[in-house]
């Protein structure tokens, strides 16, 4: 990996690691761990992602000791050509049903609660193709993408929860451990797969313009959407209570209905929704940009430009397959689950038998290949 190729800062890896993670998965979030840990939510919320920033770690100390090789080159180096590509497969797949099960999810939010006339199958494909285009881009039109987009998201959720405290009632939040840590643990097994998307930077940590600041941006990342979670659920639940946040189809949807703009504007659902469409953007446009990056490596294909615009057809059949909400919320926690298991087995395998087989990139490798 020369010089040249170095094109993401510090700052883009962080704006990377919480735009893949913060989507459409902020509006149920609070249902969600409500329903498994009751009024112990935001402490499971909070779990789940110092178990995340735990993964994200083994993720980053593979990126450092394959500092030039991207996650199927790193995993062909240490398991092989035939189980390298097994595993980096099975990372293509599960970032493609990212993709499908949240464009539809989005879809179905847009059509139940801003545009009921507007079928759903058009929410579906209009994503699906904002993100395919993303995916033809290079690594540094899409590190700058997340760049720009990362304060808007934050700071359009900085200002929810600030005017949502006027809303809370903090007898609403107790007791702060649910009714035992049995709970909180359920809720942190319900609260971890929403976490997902980190595993990414797999693919990016050798652009890094700055390799050592790897760390601290990723873990300035996560901190920031533990910080944003665990806000989010706070608010709901003491807003709503944990009787009425379990019944609610989008919670954080109605918190901001519930809120207004006093004085402003009548209601804050508009440019809320405008700006969740960025938020959902990132994050799918970053899973398809990561298949079809691995895609492109796995398979040596040099050009990025049409191609990925194919995969939409198949996408589009798989996300409109559940039949109703219901059927996809349940496929969602089921994907989530199997998903979630795969992002932390796969680099602990990695690791290994890095270690045991000596492998990594040296420096030395770099210097004969530019002989």
Do not use: C
């Amino acid at each position: 990996m020369n010089k040249k190729n170095k094109q993401v800062t510090a700052y883009q890896a962080t704006a990377i690691v919480a735009n893949a993670i913060v989507g459409v998965v902020l509006l149920t979030l609070p249902r969600d761990v409500a329903r498994a840990a009751g009024t112990g939510g935001p402490l499971a919320v909070m779990g789940a992602g110092f178990l995340s920033l735990l993964v994200l770690y083994l993720y980053t100390v593979l990126g450092r000791r394959f500092s030039r090789s991207t996650l199927p080159e790193y995993a062909v180096k240490t398991l092989g050509v035939f189980f390298g590509a097994l595993v980096a497969l099975t990372f293509i797949a599960g970032w493609l049903l990212v993709v499908a099960l949240t464009s539809r999810l989005f879809a179905e939010i847009v059509v139940t609660s801003v545009l009921p006339r507007i079928p759903l199958e058009t929410g579906v494909i209009v994503m699906l193709l904002l993100a395919a285009h993303l995916a033809t881009q290079d690594i540094k039109t899409f590190a700058r993408v997340n760049e720009l987009f990362l304060p808007i998201i934050v700071g359009t959720f900085a200002i929810l929860l600030a005017l949502s405290a006027s809303r809370v009632n903090i007898w609403r939040m107790l007791p702060p451990f649910g009714y035992g840590l049995r709970q909180v643990g359920a809720g942190v097994f319900a609260a971890t797969p929403g976490y997902a998307g980190f595993e990414l930077i797999a693919l990016f940590m050798p652009f890094y313009a700055q390799p050592e600041a790897a760390i601290p941006a990723h873990r300035n990342a996560m901190l920031l959407v533990i910080a944003l979670f665990t806000l989010t659920v706070l608010a709901a639940t003491g807003a709503f209570g944990v009787t009425e946040l379990v019944k609610s189809q989008w919670p954080t949807l109605e918190l901001v209905r519930l809120v207004g703009f006093i004085g402003a504007f009548e209601r804050l659902e508009a440019p809320f929704l405008a700006v969740y469409v960025i938020t959902v953007f990132t994050t799918i446009g970053a899973n398809f940009f990561g298949a079809v990056l691995t895609l492109g490596s796995l398979f040596n294909i040099k050009s990025r430009e049409g191609w990925p615009y194919l995969l939409v057809i198949p996408l589009y059949f798989l996300a409109i397959q559940p039949p109703n909400i219901i059927a996809l919320n349940r496929l969602i926690s089921l994907a989530g689950m199997v998903w979630w298991s795969v992002i932390l087995v796969a680099p602990l395998l990695i690791l290994l038998m890095a270690v045991l087989r000596g492998k990594e990139d040296r420096p030395d490798d770099a210097d004969q290949a530019k002989s």
